[in-house]
Every structure is written in C-alpha cells, then in structure tokens.
C-alpha cells in the first residue's frame, strides 16, 4: 500500500513593498504570523497593522477600562519588536463584533488609506481545522477583511471614503489568511522566529493570565512547534503558512 503524498506549499510571493495585517485582537498576530513578518521587515518591506479592537475582555481579572490601554501598549511594544511601527486601532468592541458594512467600511478605509499589495489576516472559518471552535470575532474581522479588499477598490462602495480623502485603492493583490486549516504557501520561519518568540513575549499579561506555565517556555513551546510541524510540507524547514487568495 503506497504512502499518501503530502501536499507541499509553495513560497510566498515576493514581489511586493507593502502589506497590511487585519486582525481582531492584541496577540493574534503574535501567534500566527510574527516571524514571517520580521523576515518581511528584514527585507525591507512595509507592514502596518490594524486591530479592530483593543482587545479589551481578553482578560478575565481586569475589567476592560483597565485592560484595553494595557494590551494596547503590550501590542504596539511586540509590533516593535518585528519591525512595525505603524499600529492602529478600529475601536469595534472586543467580544461582540459584528460582520457587517460598519466592519467592511472600517477596514476598507484603512486598505484604502495603507495602499497595501498584500493583506494578512487571521483564520475567518468556524473552527481551527475542524478541532477547536474559533471565535466570533476572528470569523467576523477574517470574513470582512477578504470581502473590504474588493470594497477598496469600488468607489460607489462606500463613496463617502473618497470625500474624507481616501482615493479607491485597487491595488490589493493577495489576501493572505494565517492560521488557516487549508494553507497553500508558506514563509521560512528559521530568520524570523526569535524575534516572534520575543514579539509573543510582549503580551506577558496576557499569557500570564491565560497559563501557568513559564511564558517564555510557554511563547517558545508554542511557535516553535507550529512552525516545526510545517517543515515537512516545506522542504524541510520550519514555516509560517497562509492560505493565499488572489486578487
């Protein structure tokens, strides 16, 4: 009985200057994508990321007021630490946001107002690879991130953007979904991974509210074994996937 053939992923492009991350929450991309994002910046490559919120009731012993600036400033700190400098936040509420054009329309003006060739964003399907049951808002941000690429570039979508100064921007290329259950290219994490390792490190309240563990055995354990379970699909090295959309 022959073996079954593991698919392999194919590098991501590379033909590109500038990329924009959409997330819902401080961490995410800490956890799926930080060390492509510094052998990214490494190249010279622009980054900006754009949180739709503030991650606000992600920690059950702060109430939010509390919270909201500290994941803020734990976010914009491990952002730094992989080479970008330009984090901003849409202020939909953590916990229950809504797909929707109010969504698609926040997101829209910030591809809009970036101008990115590259658009990353985090798993917008129901479940993580049919084991765990994701959350709301990463379908809803997800969801909306993928549709606001097209809205982008339509200027009677929205039409109010271009008013406030934000030209239709048509030039999204890819959208680039990490954490995906169906990944097709990938990114060798080898350049960029002690640098995520540190970058997760940055949201140390957060593990610490999360695990018992040791945070940095915990941020290590974590990235490492994502990224080493890849390598077989990858010529051998460990990787950062994304299940990559054209546009």
Known sequence: MTEPTISQLQ?????????LAVVAHPDDLEYGCSAAIAAWTDAGRE?????????????D????????PL????QRASAAVVGVSTVEFLDHRDGVIEYGTALRRDIAAAIRRHRPELVITLNHRD???GVAWNTPDHVAVGRATLDAAGDAGNRWIFPELADEGLEPWNGVRW???AGSASPTHAVDARAGLERAVAS???HRTYIEALTDEEPDVYARGFLTGVAGSLAERFGGKPAVAFELFSR
């Open 71 to 74: 994941r803020e400033r734990e």
């Open 200 to 202: 997760l490190l940055e």
């Open 11 to 19: 590098p991501m492009p590379e033909d590109w200057s500038r990329a």
């Open 175 to 177: 959208v680039a979904v």
């Open 47 to 59: 980054i900006a990321y754009v949180l739709a919120t503030r991650g606000e009731a992600g920690i």
């Open 61 to 68: 012993t702060l109430p939010p007021a509390e919270c909201g």
């Open 127 to 129: 479940t993580w690879g």
